[in-house]
């Protein structure tokens, strides 16, 4: 039988996941399906669980000094409504699963399964998301893309739990978010892509490229970014094909049963030319 | 009341219960002291099993394999032939192969003794495709070329032809697997009461199910009882692979002496059970100097797996299908059907229909491409019309509809006009398909093989029962049946029963496959009630039971597959609008029209729900159902993986009917279940090649497949 736990707050939690590192479970729809087992049988889990699904204190999202705080419990649904939250991870949220996935699964469970291929993910890298980790000791604060270490793994100790999520205020002219999904609802990444920009008197004042399901983690390249600031629609139209160079090197996708490494190389590069030709026809 | 026309739509009787879930399924059922089964499976393509290590099992436990097959009983499950045994027979011949299985009461008890199962074996050289299986790499599985059959059709005179070709044009044109999803996965429940075995399943065809397993118990027919459960879809999945599961499940049901339920899983049910026959069609075709064609060679091939099942059938129907609603001169095609080590493949939804039809379609598309014409006005030259003769050499009974179904399907789509505005490789285009469906058994099989009988009754209160074995899958039936009978016998539908048969009630009208039930049983329903109203006063209790009828004029020699294949013909026409993005190769679906001749519609929406559903079917088989058979295995084994459309693939369809009755059907209608499936697959193939300027040869046409096809 699987041991679990249904804490009446967080600090009962934290001391649960101290004691005895039960895997916490907010939604449960990536974790139910992972561990299912025959009809009328119980889910295989291979540790305790830990639901925290109810726990009120994860269940805030709102503004503050250092940007929109997503908590743990917050359901995609609820960041798909939320006015204050940035375009692009709107558009994310709204093409993952299913609405009823949607009104059960949660951002962090989404960051915490540490899967390249995680649509919400792809974009909270572009938005040099952060996250909370709060044990019985304190709390620390990770950026997204330190947090997940490879596929499956993640930057999180064994005492820990992820209390929230912090996107840094940030303003983009232009926001492009596009998920090629298996089919066209309730589909799983084949690749998504998310690029934002700003631009200020004709020159690219802030730009973040990211590209999901095509290596081992997101990627994207603040040395490349680095080389588009400043520029104008003259030196972006002289750098096209050097950009698309410098991300060619850097995109290694596989093939499995869902795409083939072909495709979701060229489809990202395709993207990618697609949002810097634009650029340069509004800059 | 009965409304004014037959096909005025009613409510169908299911409605409720199914929408408000109400419906029992097998898994809903219960039983008294159910015990639960798993098969244990052989997971290797090709090995000789050389040990089984077993867990001491506790009480009430078994691990049930051949060594307890009754003694005179068979190791042998008898469908068309007898090759597929019930346990592997020491030697596992594809990946999944069962092996044992597995019961106890309790489920967490049985899953903890699988685990601590090790099967040993001795590696085996496999084979999975069309090629090494034709090629013989690991030597023989069948006959003497791994083919369980080898046919030719000859229709004119084709050396002849080949004689007055001024070019030829060659083509490669395939298809992949296909899945079933069923909603309702494969379940049944067994169980050995005094002498008799009661199976209850979800199933398309129970007597087949008391004949699969006759010998393998060494009992009489009459000693096995099958009772349809309620059916949660089927597709022509549960037509032979219930026997696979029923064979091993009744004996254990007589070794354990307690219902058994075997229900598979999801992930189960799309790794180890049958799917539609991967196809390939290679084309030669000759033309004129105008462009017409003077012969064409086409050799079929179906991969069919590691037994025979019913692939031989569908390769009839496959080739068949090669020249559709085509009046070709001078063909000759070879099918054969290709034994492997894959995973044996079985009926579905159009039975090698959509096969031989994609593959014919796709064809005559890239000779009009060639020669500059748009494929809808090319493949129309070539209609076939009443008195023609079809590829078998019969003669075309059929008034054929196929001009006028054209002209509403163009005026619908607005296609000569699109067609304009959208240059070839433009990134938009408009695909066309024809298509037609025979409409019962292959040739002479309802006169020979099948023998319908049907009964019905009037009991002392004024209520009539039919009784006849064709199920309810979602297709309508329970509210069809009823329907033809309540206008005969002039009653309210609600004094009429049709119920799940019980083989040992009911008389065999046969399975419920090959679009036949309300054509050919409906038939037998219109006969029986008109005899019943006849007799109606006769007493206060009548029964009356009515036999098969064949056709007058259809002749048909099965030796030589020469004469007329089907009795009769649905018609299709279907249109697809696509664009596609460029930098995805993403399609996006624009509209659908279809027009389809059904005989007459005996309830309008039930055939518009056949339509809807046949036709997005036959879409996802062309764009989306992805299955690749990798290390001897499904690749795409859950729902996560393996893709069907959903309502935002495929947004908006419009589809007409017209009116054509057969006079063997009741009230005019025939056959349409699987003729819905068979061509939109084509029409949406055909409109991505026509916006992306390319030939397209096989489906799925995946984005990726797409764009390898544009950079090519």
């Not at chain 1, 792809?122 to 709060?134: G, I, N, P, R, S």
């Not at chain 1, 000791?137 to 950026?143: I, L, P, Q, Y």
């Not at chain 2, 393509?45 to 051949?66: N, V, W």
């Not at chain 2, 064809?363 to 006005?377: E, K």
């Amino acid at each position: 039988m699987v041991k679990t736990y249904r804490p009446e707050n967080l600090q009962e939690a934290l001391r649960i996941r101290r004691e005895t590192h039960a895997v916490p479970l907010a939604g449960g729809t990536d974790l139910m399906v992972r561990y299912r087992s025959w009809a009328g049988t119980l889910p295989k889990f291979p540790w305790p669980v830990l639901f925290i699904n109810h726990l009120t204190e994860l269940k805030t999202m709102g503004l503050r000094e250092d940007g929109l705080h997503i908590g743990a419990g917050v359901t995609l649904s609820e960041i798909e409504r939320e006015m204050e939250a940035p375009q692009a991870l709107r558009a994310a949220v709204s093409e993952m699963a299913a609405p009823a996935l949607r009104n059960l699964g949660t951002l962090a469970g989404n960051i915490c399964n540490a899967s390249p291929a995680g649509d919400a993910v792809c974009v909270l890298y572009a938005l040099d998301a952060q996250v909370v980790l709060t044990s019985l000791s304190g709390a620390r604060t990770v950026s997204v893309m330190d947090f997940i270490t490879g596929p499956g793994r993640k930057d999180l100790n064994d005492d820990e739990l992820m209390t929230d999520i912090i996107i840094p205020h940030a303003n983009f002219s232009h926001v492009s978010y596009r998920k090629v999904g298996t089919r066209k609802a309730n589909a799983l990444s084949k690749m998504s892509f998310c690029a934002l920009a700003k631009t200020k008197l004709g020159r690219i004042d802030d730009v973040r490229i990211a590209f999901g399901a095509v290596g081992p983690t997101v990627v994207r390249s603040w040395e490349t970014e680095k080389k588009l600031l400043g520029m104008d629609a003259d030196d972006l139209k002289d750098h096209l094909s050097a950009i698309h160079d410098d991300y060619d090197a850097m995109i290694h996708p596989i093939d499995d049963q869902r795409s083939t490494a072909v495709y979701r190389k060229q489809v990202s590069l395709n993207l990618l030319d697609q949002f810097l030709q634009n650029l340069v026809k509004e800059l | 009341m009965m409304t004014k026309k037959i096909s005025d739509s009613i409510r169908r009787v299911d409605a409720v219960d199914k929408a408000g879930g109400y419906t029992q399924y097998i898994s809903d059922m219960s039983f008294d002291e159910l015990h639960y089964g798993r098969l244990v499976r052989g997971l290797r393509s090709h090995a000789r099993i050389t040990h089984i290590d077993l867990p001491a099992l506790p009480d009430g436990y078994y691990f049930i394999t051949k060594d307890h097959i009754p003694e005179g009983g068979k190791n042998e499950i008898q469908q068309i032939g007898t090759d597929w045994p019930v346990f592997a027979d020491d030697e596992v011949t594809f990946y999944g192969e069962t092996i044992g299985i597995l019961v106890g009461p309790d489920r967490e008890k049985v899953l903890e003794i699988e685990r601590s199962i090790s099967i040993e074996y001795e590696k085996l050289e496999a084979v999975f495709t069309i090629d090494d299986g034709l090629a013989m790499k690991t030597g023989l599985i069948n006959g003497t070329n791994n083919t369980y059959a080898d046919y030719h059709l000859n229709k004119g005179d084709v050396d002849a032809g080949f004689a007055r070709a001024d070019q030829i044009i060659e083509d490669e044109i395939t298809t992949g697997f296909q899945e079933h999803l069923y909603m309702e996965p494969q379940g049944m429940v067994a169980q050995y009461v005094d002498g008799d075995y009661i199976i209850t399943a979800s199933c398309q065809c129970p007597f087949y199910l008391r004949k699969a397993v006759a010998n393998v118990l060494n009992t009489d027919k009459e000693h096995i009882i099958v009772r349809q459960a309620v059916t949660g879809g089927a597709f022509g999945g549960k037509e032979h692979f219930p026997d696979i599961i029923a064979a091993p499940l009744v004996v254990a049901a007589r070794v354990v002496g307690k219902p058994i339920q075997v229900v598979f899983d999801r992930k189960d049910d799309i790794s180890f059970t049958a799917k539609r026959h991967p196809s390939r069609g290679i084309f030669r075709t000759g033309l004129d100097k105008e462009g017409n064609i003077v012969a064409m060679d086409v050799d079929v091939t179906i991969n069919a797996g590691a037994y025979m099942s019913c692939s031989n059938i569908v390769l009839q129907r496959a080739i068949f299908s090669i020249n559709s609603v085509y009046d070709i001169p001078n063909v000759h095609v070879r099918g054969r059907s290709v034994a492997t080590n894959a995973f044996p493949s079985d009926a579905f939804r159009g039975f090698g229909a959509p096969q031989g039809i994609f593959l014919a379609e796709m064809h005559l598309s890239h000779i009009a491409s060639h020669l500059g014409i748009d494929p809808a006005s090319y493949k129309q030259r070539y209609f076939i019309s009443k008195g023609d003769t079809t590829i078998t050499n019969g003669l075309m009974h059929d008034e054929v509809k196929l001009p006028l179904m054209l002209e509403k399907a163009a005026e619908a789509s607005d296609l000569y006009e699109k067609q304009r505005l959208y240059a070839t490789g433009s990134g938009k285009g408009m695909g066309v398909s024809f298509y037609n469906h025979g409409a019962g058994f292959t040739g002479n099989g309802e006169k020979e093989i099948i023998k319908a009988r049907l009964r019905m009754k009037k009991h002392r209160n004024g209520h009539v029962d039919i009784l006849l074995s064709n199920v309810e899958m979602g297709q309508g039936l329970q509210t069809t049946f009823p329907k033809i009978a309540a206008a005969i016998l002039e009653i309210p539908m609600e004094d009429i029963s049709c119920d799940n048969p019980d083989t040992s009630i009911v008389p065999d009208s046969g399975p419920t496959v090959a679009s036949r039930s309300l054509m050919v049983v409906g038939k037998l329903v219109e006969r029986a009630s008109q005899q019943l109203k006849e007799r109606w006063d006769e007493s206060p209790e009548v029964e009356v039971e009515v036999k098969y009828i064949h056709p007058e004029g259809c002749q048909w020699d099965q030796e030589t597959l020469q004469g007329d294949a089907y009795p009769t013909y649905g018609w299709g026409v279907c249109i697809v609008e696509v664009e596609v993005d460029p930098a995805t190769a993403e399609v996006e679906t624009k509209g659908i029209w279809t027009v389809h001749d059904v005989g007459i519609a005996i309830d309008e929406m039930i055939v518009h729900g056949q339509v809807n559903g046949g036709v997005i079917q036959s879409l996802g088989y062309g764009s989306l159902e992805k299955l690749e058979y990798k290390d001897g295995r499904f690749y795409q084994n859950t729902l996560a993986d393996y893709m069907i459309p959903t309502s935002m693939d495929f947004p908006m369809m419009s589809s007409q009917l017209v009116d054509n009755p057969y006079e063997n059907g009741p009230f005019g209608a025939k056959g349409l279940g699987e003729l819905v499936f068979d061509g939109a697959s084509a029409a949406f193939a055909d409109a991505v090649q026509q916006a992306i300027g390319k030939n397209i040869n096989r489906i799925p046409v995946t984005p990726e497949y797409i764009m390898e096809v544009m950079n090519s």
